[in-house]
């Protein structure tokens, strides 16, 4: 996919507060640094245009961004990071849930998760919840360069076993790297087969 036009519309703390727009939009969720702004970044291929760190709990509300005029992404916050207070994590918490619950074109969450770790609770429990809500959704996993081919085939298989054991049907699944561009078209490819024709 050629991304001509990447533009930032803003940051909020409250999708209430978003602007409304019918516009197919893609979000990306995960723990914290499993490397949700990196992986908008390298979708898109603009470096920077999400911000990136490596100390978790970079992205803090709800940032908005639009491709080609056409099609939005949103880099959420990341769930799970210990190091923030209870209040911020509650904060972040309710961020993420009325989004999910009330963005009307939402096309789909991305969820993250990291394939270095065996699976985490905390992955598996938002995914199932997601599940039970209906929240069309794909997996991710994130910075495969860090892996050889077989470990990432274990970790990958832990994931999809662990959620088998609630679920009769996986969502889709890709893997990814933001250094490599490893799984660039095939998750571009998705995107496009979500769109209306
Ligand atoms: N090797 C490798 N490192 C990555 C990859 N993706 C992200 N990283 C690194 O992981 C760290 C976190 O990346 P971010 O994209 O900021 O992660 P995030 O999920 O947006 O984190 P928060 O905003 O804090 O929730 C940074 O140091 C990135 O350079 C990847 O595919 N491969
Ligand atoms: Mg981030």
Same mark, same amino acid.
């Given at each position: 996919?050629?991304?001509?036009?990447?533009?930032?519309?803003?940051?909020?703390?409250?999708?209430?507060?978003?602007?409304?727009?019918?516009?197919?939009?893609?979000?990306?969720?995960?723990?914290?640094?499993?490397?949700?702004?990196?992986?908008?970044?390298?979708?898109?291929?603009?470096?920077?245009?999400?911000?990136?760190?490596?100390?978790?709990?970079?992205?803090?509300?709800?940032?908005?961004?639009?491709?080609?005029?056409?099609?939005?992404?949103?880099?959420? &916050?990341?769930?799970?990071?210990?190091?923030?207070? *209870?209040?911020? $994590? =509650?904060?972040?918490?309710?961020? #993420? /849930?009325?989004? @999910?619950?009330?963005?009307?074109?939402?096309?789909?969450?991305?969820?993250?998760?990291?394939?270095?770790?065996?699976?985490?609770?905390?992955?598996?429990?938002?995914?199932?919840?997601?599940?039970?809500?209906?929240?069309?959704?794909?997996?991710?996993?994130?910075?495969?360069?860090?892996?050889?081919?077989?470990?990432?085939?274990?970790?990958?298989?832990?994931?999809?076993?662990?959620?088998?054991?609630?679920?009769?049907?996986?969502? &889709?699944?890709?893997?990814?790297?933001?250094?490599? *561009?490893?799984? $660039? =078209?095939?998750?571009?490819?998705? #995107? /496009?087969?979500? @769109?209306?024709?």
């Amino acid at each position: 996919m050629e991304i001509n036009t990447a533009e930032y519309i803003g940051s909020w703390q409250k999708n209430a507060d978003m602007p409304h727009t019918e516009k197919p939009e893609f979000a990306f969720i995960g723990r914290s640094n499993v490397g949700k702004s990196s992986l908008i970044n390298m979708l898109t291929q603009r470096n920077g245009l999400a911000k990136t760190s490596s100390t978790p709990g970079k992205t803090q509300s709800i940032n908005l961004f639009l491709l080609n005029k056409q099609i939005q992404f949103v880099d959420l &916050p990341g769930y799970g990071y210990a190091k923030v207070s *209870k209040d911020q $994590r =509650e904060v972040f918490g309710k961020m #993420i /849930k009325y989004y @999910l619950r009330d963005r009307m074109n939402l096309f789909c969450l991305f969820v993250l998760v990291d394939l270095r770790i065996k699976p985490q609770a905390i992955d598996l429990s938002f995914i199932n919840e997601c599940g039970e809500n209906g929240i069309p959704m794909a997996l991710i996993g994130t910075k495969a360069d860090k892996l050889k081919p077989a470990e990432l085939a274990e970790n990958k298989s832990a994931i999809e076993n662990a959620l088998l054991e609630v679920w009769d049907e996986l969502p &889709p699944f890709f893997i990814s790297s933001a250094e490599t *561009k490893e799984g $660039r =078209e095939e998750i571009w490819s998705f #995107i /496009k087969g979500t @769109l209306p024709k």
